[in-house]
Nanobody, 123 residues
Framework: QVQLVESGGGLVQPGDSLTLSCVAS????????IGWFRQAPGKEREGISC????????YSADSVKGRFAISRNSAKNTVYLQMNSLKPEDTAVYYC????????????????WGQGTQVTVSS
């Protein structure tokens, strides 16, 4: 019953923008933190950004600071990742994940994961 579904990925050129969505069902985001992760072939899974529920704290990895922004729409039970100035090195499968209350940069500490959405940045 508990489920996360990502959407919004696609093929774009360097410098373009995309907005990813993560919709939660079976539970409310009011007491959960949502993190975004990505994984490219041959690379380790990387924590990108996270937003908490109670204090609305937000974190971003150095590789995406100034380019990516995370936000939450509680009424729609949805978290967004706005990605600007995309680079080829941003190419990866992007996942959202949920855990109770506070953010974590470690994927093992998240309980629920989506299936991922592919983002490809190429000219």
């Amino acid at each position: 019953q508990v489920q996360l579904v990502e959407s919004g990925g696609g093929l774009v050129q360097p410098g373009d923008s995309l907005t990813l969505s993560c919709v939660a069902s079976g539970f409310t985001l009011d007491y959960f933190a949502i993190g975004w992760f990505r994984q490219a072939p041959g690379k380790e899974r990387e924590g990108i950004s996270c937003i908490s529920s109670s204090i609305s704290r937000a974190y971003s990895a150095d590789s995406v600071k100034g380019r990516f922004a995370i936000s939450r729409n509680s009424a729609k039970n949805t978290v967004y990742l706005q990605m600007n100035s995309l680079k080829p090195e941003d190419t990866a499968v992007y996942y959202c994940a949920a855990r109770s209350y506070d953010c974590s940069g470690y994927g093992d500490e998240y309980d629920t994961w989506g299936q991922g959405t592919q983002v490809t940045v190429s000219s």
